[in-house]
């Protein structure tokens, strides 16, 4: 029988399948019992046919910085991560409040009055000198002010277990098609596990991701628009998730030299020639985007494509400047952004954060610079951050110089203790940290998809959970109402 | 509607599949008569057919070590050129991957996992291979031919007949018909490394039916007629360029650039067809050159079709829109 580790009795973090007194917690008693029949090397064979389908598969990313272009299996850990119905609901009306008013948050911005600004909500500094603020995005409408078609919320659980936001990417979030095909590969592995729950399906998200790309197509473009992905092309990290997402919603996958645009126009090169696009969901930064407002080396970009979306011709999924919302120095603001645009109280709250450039806020943060989490707000994928109590003195004292230099460039955070659960390890299975990107579609309304990708740091204590520096993942559950177990069984 | 790129790469994913499944043939068979021949005359034969695949230069280049296996691991497991099996079923899956989206998960499936395969008894590395007797190369010649056999089933059960499946099956048919031709060239001459007409039809996959037709030691022109002109042997050039004409037919009806390209194959397959064959065939060399250099014009044709016509003078003229066929309202 594999062993099945609890955290330990002093640990602080939330532990998800075990209350404090070492007791299974009812949601997941069906899951921990199935899994006590297995021993190790049972759970060994299923990683082994979940490991081999997915090379099969090339279900895979690029590891950057490798000259050989390594494309490595998406790892994933057998044991799944529940949420019961009652707290998915929670979380989806706080994630679509959230999604609400961030999408209200960019149409004031680009083009609306500012009136947050205006009101003081947000500093007006704040926003302009972001290096997401995008200057040729503005006065560029998009319809149902949709400038965030994909979000992709970072939550994790806090020591009392309670959800919170630590980042919001309106960019370009990936991992969805990891969602998708974890619960494929679960399926295979563990065909009997669904024995015990219903669970909500995920198979839709295609579906749900083209319908809402189609509403925000130009007017002019008819009842059938024509989509396209964007991609860098076969080398970048996410280019399976790429061809994924256009097999599912059946669109054309381009790179930026199949596009061609002409009198603001863009054209798709076919063997028929050139056949107008209305919806580009790019997965290429801004700043690769249109060599002619941007970076003129970039190779990725198609010429023109600014001019286009500005004359209204295209629509560009997600909005060119959606940088601006998701800058870890916007963070801090956004549950007021809430309650200014929505008039509610913010469902989800925020990672306690603080903002560098007010002196008593950095003043009270120096001083416990070894307690909290250092953030450069420019940075994702988990680089350049500094965690206070794992850093050297050398460490916290570089840290606070070059908060001193840039504080705008800085935040700084308290700890969450980030919930842990079960993940195989060597032959048990031990509590490791984790977080949840739920996605989040916009269109005419707001939508938010079942679970998310649990991302899980497999190093026993880290606290980083990116696929880029040695994090897994876990099939997530949401289970279905009818499908909940009761309390207290 | 198809992406030109997309195109180009459905075409050279069929030209790399169709030579990934030549080269393990004819090394199959090879191996099997290296094993019942002395060396020195094992070793000239293996040469012609690296000169047949037109590998001449890469095989100088490889410093190919005098083992009785080292040419034939020269053919298979060499990644260092591109003739290789190994390297034409990495291009497949390349050439795949880039349209991986509009084409069925099973042929992705099939030609990654054969990649994987591949690479796999490529990683063993080249001296390890001699000193197995050949066992990993003939190993990765069942694998590779019994995996681009899959690959042609799910191509041919699965794929839509679209103007994806038109680019792919053109590609195959075109490299199995330039191939035909080069085999058949080293049948030629009169030397002991002259392969004879059974082992050009075995390296043609076409021996148990000539058999039927042309009995147990056909010679050279009769095999060169059948591999040229049978109209119901899927291995001939004949047969190859009706089935060409056949996709490009289809193409042309939307994408005027194929034109050209269709008519050469029509041109062509008219030759082979009502044209003298044997007299044709009284200068074998030439007629050989002929159509080798004809082929590999079509094949050019057929390329450069797909490159998308981009000048934006043809934007106001001839711009569709998929469905309705309207122009964008102004």
């Given at each position: 029988m594999?062993?099945l580790?609890?955290?330990d009795?002093d640990?602080l973090?939330?532990d998800e399948a ?5 007791n299974?917690r009812?949601l997941?008693?069906?899951?921990v ?5 297995f ?6 064979r299923?990683?082994?046919?979940i490991?081999e389908?997915f090379r099969r ?5 690029t590891?950057?910085g ?5 494309e ?5 850990d057998l044991?799944?991560r ?6 998915w ?6 994630l679509a409040q959230?999604?609400?008013a961030?999408?209200?948050?960019l149409a ?6 500012g009136?947050?600004?205006a009101?003081?909500v947000?500093?007006?500094?704040l926003v302009h000198?972001?290096d ?9 409408s ?8 994909i979000?992709g919320?970072d ?5 009392e277990g309670?959800?919170r ?8 979030p990936s ?7 974890n619960r494929?590969?679960?399926?295979r592995?563990?065909p009997?596990v669904?024995?015990?729950?219903t669970?909500?399906?995920?198979g839709?998200?295609g ?5 809402a790309?189609e509403s925000?197509a130009p007017?002019g473009?008819g ?7 964007l991609?860098?092309?076969i080398?970048?990290?996410a280019?399976f998730?790429h061809a ?13 030299p199949?596009?061609v645009?002409?009198?603001h126009?863009?054209?798709?090169r076919?063997?028929e020639?050139?056949v107008?696009?209305d919806?580009?969901?790019r997965?290429i930064d801004d700043?690769?985007l249109?060599?002619?407002s ?6 990725l970009?198609v010429?023109g494509?600014l001019?286009?979306m500005?004359a209204g011709?295209?629509?560009?999924c997600n909005?060119?400047?959606n940088?601006?919302a ?15 645009y929505l008039g ?6 925020n990672v306690?954060?603080h903002v560098?450039?007010?002196p008593?806020q950095?003043?009270?943060?120096f001083?416990?610079l070894d307690?909290?989490?250092i953030k450069p707000v420019g940075e994702?994928g988990g680089y350049g951050i500094?965690?206070g109590?794992?850093a ?5 004292a570089n ?6 230099a840039?504080?705008r460039n800085w935040?700084v955070q308290?700890v969450v203790?980030?919930s842990?659960l079960?993940s195989?390890?060597d ?10 990107r739920?996605f989040v579609?916009t269109?005419?309304r707001t939508?938010?998809f079942p679970g998310?990708?649990?991302?899980v740091?497999?190093r026993?204590g880290?606290?980083i959970?990116n696929?880029s ?5 876990k099939?997530t559950?949401v289970l279905?109402?009818?499908g909940e177990?009761?309390?207290g069984? | ?8 790469s ?10 990934a ?8 068979v090879e191996t099997?008569a290296?094993?019942?021949r002395q060396a020195t ?7 012609r057919?690296v000169?047949?695949?037109g590998?001449q230069d ?5 410093q190919?070590?005098t083992?009785p296996?080292a040419v034939m691991?020269?053919l298979v497991?060499?990644?260092?050129h591109p003739?290789s ?9 390349e050439n795949?991957?880039?349209v ?6 099973e ?6 996992s ?11 590395g ?5 000193q197995?007797?050949g066992?990993?190369?003939r ?9 681009c056999r ?5 191509m ?8 994806g499946y038109a680019?792919m099956?053109?590609g195959r ?7 035909t ?9 009169t030397g002991?490394?002259v392969f004879?007409?059974?082992?050009l039809?075995?390296?043609t ?9 042309l009995g147990h030691?056909p010679?050279?022109?009769?095999v060169?007629?059948?591999l040229?002109?049978?109209?119901q ?5 004949l047969?190859?360029?009706g ?6 037919q289809?193409?042309a009806?939307?994408?005027g ?10 041109a062509l397959?008219a030759?082979l067809e009502y044209g003298?064959?044997?007299?044709l065939l009284g200068?074998?060399e030439?007629?050989?050159?002929y159509?080798g250099?004809?082929l590999a014009?079509l094949?050019?044709?057929v ?9 934006l003078?043809e934007?106001?003229?001839q ?8 122009g964008r309202p102004?």
């Amino acid at each position: 029988m594999a062993e099945l580790q609890r955290s330990d009795a002093d640990q602080l973090a939330y532990d998800e399948a075990f209350d404090r007194d070492g007791n299974v917690r009812p949601l997941y008693a069906a899951i921990v019992e199935r899994f006590s029949n297995f021993d190790a090397a049972e759970l060994r064979r299923r990683e082994g046919i979940i490991e081999e389908e997915f090379r099969r598969q090339g279900i895979t990313f690029t590891v950057y910085g490798d000259s050989q272009g390594t494309e490595r299996t998406w790892p994933m850990d057998l044991f799944p991560r529940l949420i019961a119905a009652t707290e998915w609901q929670e979380i989806e009306r706080g994630l679509a409040q959230r999604v609400t008013a961030l999408n209200r948050f960019l149409a004031d911005i680009y083009t609306g009055e500012g009136a947050a600004m205006a009101d003081g909500v947000v500093p007006a500094w704040l926003v302009h000198s972001s290096d997401g603020f995008e200057r040729n995005a503005f006065g560029v409408s998009v319809p149902h002010d949709a400038h965030c078609v994909i979000a992709g919320i970072d939550l994790v659980r806090d020591a009392e277990g309670q959800y919170r936001v630590l980042e919001d990417n309106l960019r370009n979030p990936s991992g969805i098609s990891y969602v998708i095909e974890n619960r494929a590969a679960m399926t295979r592995a563990f065909p009997r596990v669904w024995e015990d729950h219903t669970v909500e399906p995920v198979g839709q998200y295609g579906r749900m991701l083209r319908t809402a790309l189609e509403s925000v197509a130009p007017t002019g473009a008819g009842d059938k628009p024509l989509i396209v992905i964007l991609t860098p092309g076969i080398y970048n990290s996410a280019y399976f998730e790429h061809a994924f997402l256009a097999r599912e919603m059946g669109v054309e996958l381009v790179e930026g030299p199949d596009l061609v645009v002409d009198e603001h126009v863009v054209y798709l090169r076919t063997i028929e020639g050139l056949v107008p696009v209305d919806v580009i969901y790019r997965r290429i930064d801004d700043t690769f985007l249109d060599p002619v407002s941007f970076r003129p080396d970039s190779t990725l970009g198609v010429p023109g494509l600014l001019g286009a979306m500005r004359a209204g011709t295209v629509t560009v999924c997600n909005a060119v400047g959606n940088g601006v919302a998701d800058d870890k120095a916007i963070h801090p603001y956004v549950t007021d952004l809430i309650r200014y645009y929505l008039g509610e109280e913010p469902i989800l709250p925020n990672v306690e954060t603080h903002v560098m450039w007010e002196p008593d806020q950095r003043e009270a943060a120096f001083e416990r610079l070894d307690e909290l989490v250092i953030k450069p707000v420019g940075e994702s994928g988990g680089y350049g951050i500094v965690i206070g109590r794992n850093a050297t003195d050398e460490e916290l004292a570089n840290a606070r110089a070059e908060i001193e230099a840039d504080p705008r460039n800085w935040v700084v955070q308290e700890v969450v203790e980030l919930s842990t659960l079960a993940s195989m390890c060597d032959d048990v299975l031990e509590p490791r940290h984790l977080d949840l990107r739920p996605f989040v579609i916009t269109g005419e309304r707001t939508q938010v998809f079942p679970g998310g990708l649990t991302r899980v740091a497999m190093r026993k204590g880290s606290l980083i959970v990116n696929s880029s520096q040695g994090g897994g993942s876990k099939d997530t559950w949401v289970l279905a109402p009818q499908g909940e177990t009761p309390a207290g069984t | 509607m198809i992406l030109a790129r997309h195109a180009d790469s459905l075409l050279w994913a069929g030209r790399y599949l169709e030579r990934a499944d030549t080269i393990a043939r004819c090394v199959s068979v090879e191996t099997n008569a290296v094993m019942h021949r002395q060396a020195t005359e094992a070793r000239l034969a293996s040469r012609r057919l690296v000169q047949a695949l037109g590998l001449q230069d890469e095989f100088v280049a490889a410093q190919v070590g005098t083992g009785p296996y080292a040419v034939m691991d020269f053919l298979v497991s060499d990644d260092s050129h591109p003739g290789s099996v190994v390297s034409a079923v990495q291009a497949v899956r390349e050439n795949l991957r880039i349209v991986r989206d509009r084409i069925p998960v099973e042929l992705w499936e099939e030609a990654n996992s054969l990649h994987i395969l591949m690479q796999s008894a490529k990683s063993v590395g080249a001296a390890a291979r001699e000193q197995t007797g050949g066992e990993v190369s003939r190993m990765s010649v069942i694998t590779a031919r019994r995996g681009c056999r899959s690959l042609s089933g799910v191509m041919t059960e699965s794929m839509s007949r679209d103007e994806g499946y038109a680019f792919m099956e053109a590609g195959r048919l075109l490299e199995r018909s330039i191939l035909t031709v080069e085999l058949l060239k080293s049948g030629l001459g009169t030397g002991s490394d002259v392969f004879d007409g059974n082992r050009l039809l075995a390296f043609t996959h076409s021996l148990q039916a000539a058999r039927r037709e042309l009995g147990h030691s056909p010679q050279w022109h009769a095999v060169a007629k059948f591999l040229l002109q049978h109209s119901q042997m899927p291995r001939s050039v004949l047969w190859c360029l009706g089935r060409v004409e056949l996709r490009l037919q289809d193409l042309a009806a939307a994408a005027g650039a194929v034109a050209t390209a269709r008519r050469r194959a029509g041109a062509l397959r008219a030759h082979l067809e009502y044209g003298e064959l044997d007299e044709l065939l009284g200068q074998p060399e030439a007629e050989l050159a002929y159509l080798g250099s004809a082929l590999a014009e079509l094949a050019a044709d057929v390329h450069t079709s797909t490159v998308a016509r981009s000048s934006l003078a043809e934007v106001h003229a001839q711009f569709v829109r998929p469905g309705d066929g309207r122009g964008r309202p102004q």
